[in-house]
């Protein structure tokens, strides 16, 4: 056995030893979850009509919650819960659409509310990232998806790609945020651009790159062809933990049991759903449910905010979402790695069919 084998060995059953006691773990969240992320979908209206989103915002009605009561949710929860131990994601459609947005963020901001958000950063003018550093925002992840003519097609917005790279420095320039952050959905037409962009990235003082790969899920699902092959996914993965090792934070995103080949070696932590167990989302007609990528559905939504506390709902509901999903389906069941994905993310789950419509194991053949 070789010195490098006999390393890959030792690192394998280290691996196994952690994802067993995460497992074990997991099991304890389903009785006790543990509130760490809450959603608020604060509007579908977008500037941008994206040809992945997952809840297909763009230029559309969206039925909104009214600061009115935004405050009282935020008040409810404020009694209820410690705001401290939790982040608060804003998120939409493109947050700042609304015109009231720095109401409701001050309003969050005086009741010690730690809260961060996901944006196109087109809106981020220079007084707009003052406005989100003395309305307390901590953290953002702004897109880039390709090089300018490729994240404007992506996004079908002409000027998206100026507007967003103006809008980070508008933010780095203002300061005073723990974290700023781009995110990148790779798929099969920008693929080849992943080099460049970490050029690019490696240069400005951004905190983090987040790359991750085009879900089959909302507007995505109507285009095929820019879905991930198992060549690219397994480029990606050896893009990011090559580049790990160099001077600039590259990470995975959350989704996905990727394996022993590449757990921990793509992003911080191990793969764990957070849906219902450490995340939940009130959505933008006020439907409490969990990741906001999860397909809205009856069984799917946990109740109402304007009717349904949402202590209550977060304590005595989210069946659906605290059991495992392999459970459901034979070839899950079956499967010897089922104890460390539980099924796989919810929000890529064929509801309809009881099947993950993404299994890196099934289909790619990793470890």
Not at 21 to 35: A, C
Not at 147 to 167: I, K, Q, S, V
Not at 239 to 248: A, G, L, S, V
Not at 295 to 317: A, M, S, Y
Request: hydrophobic residues 35%; aromatic residues 10%.
């Amino acid at each position: 056995m070789t010195e490098k084998t006999d390393m890959k060995n030792k690192l394998d059953k280290l691996k196994l030893k952690h994802l067993q006691q995460l497992s074990d773990y997991r099991e304890g969240l389903k009785l006790h979850p543990i509130l760490k992320f809450l959603f608020l979908e604060l509007t579908l209206r977008c500037n941008e009509r994206c040809i992945h989103c997952g809840s297909s915002c763009g230029d559309l009605p969206s039925p909104e919650l009214s600061l009115k009561q935004y405050r009282q949710i935020l008040d409810e929860i404020a009694s209820d819960f410690d705001v401290r131990s939790f982040q608060l994601c804003i998120t939409g459609g493109e947050p700042l659409m609304r015109r009231d947005f720095f109401d409701i963020m001050e309003y969050a901001h005086s009741l010690n509310y730690n809260w961060g958000m996901t944006s196109n950063a087109v809106l981020i003018g220079k007084e707009e990232a003052r406005r989100l550093r003395e309305t307390g925002m901590k953290t953002i992840s702004v897109s880039i998806d390709g090089l300018r003519e490729t994240h404007d097609a992506f996004r079908r917005t002409p000027g998206a790609y100026d507007g967003a790279m103006r809008g980070i420095s508008n933010l780095l320039e203002e300061g005073g945020f723990e974290h700023v952050q781009a995110t990148t959905v790779i798929n099969h037409q920008n693929m080849h651009e992943l080099d460049a962009l970490y050029e690019i990235f490696r240069d400005i003082d951004i905190d983090s790159w987040r790359v991750i790969g085009v879900e089959p899920i909302g507007r995505a699902l109507l285009h095929p062809e820019i879905l991930l092959d198992q060549d690219d996914w397994k480029y990606l993965f050896d893009f990011i933990r090559e580049k790990r090792y160099e001077d600039m934070p590259v990470t995975y995103g959350c989704s996905h049991f990727l394996g022993l080949d590449y757990e921990r070696e793509v992003r911080e932590h191990y793969f764990i759903c957070n849906a219902g167990i450490y995340a939940a989302s009130i959505m933008v007609n006020g439907d409490i449910g969990a990741c906001l990528d999860i397909e809205k559905r009856p069984e799917t939504i946990q109740g109402n905010i304007l009717k349904d506390r949402f202590r209550d709902v977060w304590e005595q509901r989210f069946e659906i979402f605290r059991r495992d999903l392999s459970e459901l389906n034979e070839t899950c069941r079956s499967c010897e790695v089922r104890q460390f994905c539980h099924g796989g993310s919810t929000h890529s789950w064929d509801f309809d069919k009881n099947e993950q419509r993404i299994c890196f194991r099934d289909a790619f053949r990793f470890r």
